[in-house]
């Protein structure tokens, strides 16, 4: 199975009647952190996409465990020996953010920016328009022994590049001193500020990303 498949057999299982509820709770939770996106928004299609990779992997509907981990406990009755460690081993990707410092046919490296660790992912189809130093907030999924892209993708504009790693290096350099590295806060904050520049074209990039600044709540796109 490819990842897309797994994903897809997660969700068809999940949208059982008596589990329906899961997702309502995840979308309340991963829109109210990271912005809620409308139907005229540029993102919005990459923005659902990240809801339902949330709901999949991240979302933890008893508490406990995730939903995909909950699918192999109750829902993958079907499933080979193989096909469960697939599933497993999907389970283990994360969601993070990455400086992409190599592009080859058919590869790229990226970056962790906030552990240093590198990446090589597989990947075939996203190559047009990303360049060398451009900052993503992607999904990297293992299978079959590799690193693939999830299909959400969240783009942080060139012009602000150094603003976003001048934060993550105060953000690594205070954790160093007690105070707790929030990883998914700043991706969420980031989220909201990409967002909020798809909203506002007429304010300055620079405004948008501007760390120092109050974040505030989201409006509705101006009329």
Known sequence: MTPQEIQERVLAWADAPERREWLLVARREHFGREGEPHEEDKSFEARMNRLLEYY???????????????YLKEGADGLTTDERAQV??????A????????????????????????????????????????????RLLPHGGRLHFSAAFLFHPREVRRTILKEVRRRVKASARGEALDVPGMIARLSRMALRLERYRNVRVESIYDFDAPDP???PRPG
């Open 56 to 70: 999949v992997y991240e979302f933890r509907p008893n508490g406990a465990d995730s939903t995909l981990e909950l």
């Open 88 to 93: 497993r081993e999907l389970g283990r990707g």
């Open 95 to 138: 969601r993070g953010l990455f400086e992409v410092r190599r592009i080859r046919p058919g590869e790229i490296r990226v970056q962790d920016v906030f552990s240093g660790a590198d990446h090589d992912v597989v990947e075939r189809r996203m190559a047009t328009g990303l360049a060398k130093k451009d900052i993503i907030e992607a």
């Open 217 to 219: 709540a989201l409006t």
